[in-house]
């Protein structure tokens, strides 16, 4: 098969597992439609740490608030006013520049001085548009991962209803959520514009192509392992399998993080149910541990329709991993407001607020919504 032909295929099918028309998992109850991001602050995000910062080490945590700044550009921001190495700088996860948003970075002076704090405030106050919150010490740099999760607090402006309906309307869809949870989409913005990444992604996995920087050759694997991992999880939801576990599903405790094999299916759907545990979907790699039994079976359709069946992910440079199946949003709240809805939740660590958006708004694409 051509270079050329499968990925204009390919192409036909990207759109429906990028965002725009994954299936619901509330297709009955309508949407509240509307906008958002009209302005920065409407759309908050705030870190939920993993732990807390002990007051001495040589790591200074500095969690500060920002608007229209990637994490990266706020990360070179603070080594240029603390005149330390960009690679001493540290952070939990990447945050979206088109919000106002609330996050924590660990810098590591030179020569490992931790300054003053003062010292620092007025720095970061002369040098860069931050707003500073708290700094406290630590025994350790911030890296990927550090983190709960993130508490979201978004406005929803224009709605479609009218005011009491459009709440009544986010309400069931929210009560419906909490108690049932939705697939752990990854959004949109996971996959560049009009799903380029993921093209460019099969591109690399199926006709050893390379991307001419080592961040972006990951960013595009990456990218298509996550359109991978969406199709899954549309296969499941096709198949009425996202509220249960299946024999061999490799699943993960919520409380601890451990993995373990489904034996029992039925004992397992029930501590699912109960949001004790949740089956996990495969991010394709040499490393990922693979589901058996009927649940490795649906993993094996997704290669097989991908011609990825006997695929060396390790010669591809490909590790991969596994993550939650189902996202149940905590602390869902919603909040009717003079200028719209808000909706107010916490998500786990590599949750999107897009995949909890799109449901109550009902639209493929929350970022698209029209002027």
Not at 52 to 67: D, K
Not at 355 to 362: D, F, G, H, I, W
Request: proline letters at 5%.
């Amino acid at each position: 098969m051509s270079d050329e032909v499968r990925p204009r295929r390919l192409e036909e099918s990207v759109e429906s597992l990028t965002g725009a028309d994954l299936p619901f998992r509330t297709p009955d109850l309508p949407g509240i439609g509307g906008r958002i991001r009209v302005r920065p602050e409407d759309f908050r995000v705030t870190e939920i740490p993993a732990y807390e910062p002990a007051g001495r080490g040589p790591h200074l945590y500095v969690s500060v608030t920002r608007t229209g700044h990637t994490t990266p550009e706020v990360a070179d921001l603070l080594a240029q006013a603390l005149n330390a190495d960009k690679g001493a700088v540290g952070y939990a996860g990447l945050k979206d520049k088109r919000a106002c948003t609330t996050q924590t970075f660990s810098v590591l002076a030179s020569n490992g001085f931790v300054p003053d704090e003062e010292w620092v405030a007025r720095r970061l106050a002369a040098e860069t548009p931050l707003q500073v919150n708290w700094m406290r010490c630590h025994g350790n740099k911030l890296r990927t991962g550090h983190l709960r999760g993130n508490h979201f607090d978004i406005l929803v402006r224009y709605p479609d209803a009218p005011p009491e309906e459009a709440v009544a309307r986010a309400q069931a869809i929210a009560d419906a959520l909490k108690r049932d949870g939705l697939p752990n989409w990854f959004g949109p913005q996971r996959f560049g514009h009009e799903g380029q990444n993921v093209i460019k992604g099969w591109r690399i996995v199926h006709r050893g192509w390379r991307a001419h920087r080592r961040w972006l050759h990951k960013l595009l694997l990456s990218a298509y392992q996550s359109w991978l991992c969406n199709r899954y999880l549309s296969l499941r939801m096709h198949e009425g399998l996202l509220d249960c576990c299946l024999v061999g599903d490799v699943a993960r405790k919520h409380e601890t993080g451990g993995m373990f094999l489904v034996e029992d299916a039925e004992a397992d759907s029930r501590r699912q149910v109960a949001g004790e545990i949740s089956f996990t979907a495969p991010m394709y790699g040499h490393k990922m541990w693979a589901a058996e039994g009927v649940a490795g079976e649906l993993e094996e359709r997704i290669l097989t329709e991908q011609e990825l069946v006997g695929f060396n992910w390790r010669r591809g440079k490909v590790t991969g991993t596994r993550r939650t199946g189902r996202l149940v949003p905590s602390d869902l709240s919603v909040r009717r407001e003079a200028d719209g809805i808000r909706l107010s939740f916490s998500l786990p660590k590599g949750g999107y607020a897009t995949a909890v958006l799109r449901e109550v708004m009902k639209m493929g694409n929350p970022d698209l919504a029209e002027d």
